[in-house]
């Protein structure tokens, strides 16, 4: 059973750098086509994808919010980190990981989700 | 980059209807294209994955079609706990994922 948890500051203030950790269990993301993405989505409104990492330690980016973000992994204790700098109230939401079996697989699971609010 | 779009915004529905969503690409995702269903507190739930599979333990009410750049989601006969939003998503090589705006199926 493949299960995923976020984890972490669940009030930040502007300016300031979230560090959002996934752990999960029931696969291993040195499996080869094993990745894992971040996800959010703002109180009321859509999904929007954040970032990837693969098992070949590959990641991958949100165009707009590049420059903003960092994913790397733990292999060894099964996590996921994300690192958002330079917090904005516009970042307040609820932040999800999920895992992918494949390269162009879809999201089969999913962490609970952890609400993260900017504010002063 | 792949844009989905995602269209009714709300379809406001009985039990028991048919419920027709539409996702249209911006270009082709060839056959990555996935449906998921989230409720109010949950994280989103995997319906449909490659157009027209179905998840594990999806009842057969739900089906996925389509190609290229136009994609349906149908759910024949809603039931209560079917109400929700529904959003469709791509994978390819870039971006590797985008998510569609989303469609409420709410009840009338």
Redesign the interface.
Known sequence: QITLKESGPTLVKPTQTLTLTCSFSGFSLSTNGVNV?W?RQPPGK????LA?IYWDNDT?Y??SLKSRLTITKDTSKNHVVLTMTNLDTVDTGTY?C?H?PG??????S????ILVTVSS | EIVLTQSPATLSLSPGERATLSCRASQSVSYYLAWYQQKPGQAPRLLIYDVSKRATGVPARFSGGGSRTDFTLTINSLEPEDFAVYYCQQRSNWPPVSFGGGTKVEIK
């Open positions: 993405g996800i859509a999904l929007e994808w990837h991958r949100n165009s999800f999920a992918s390269v162009l697989a879809p999201f089969q999913w962490g609970q989700g």
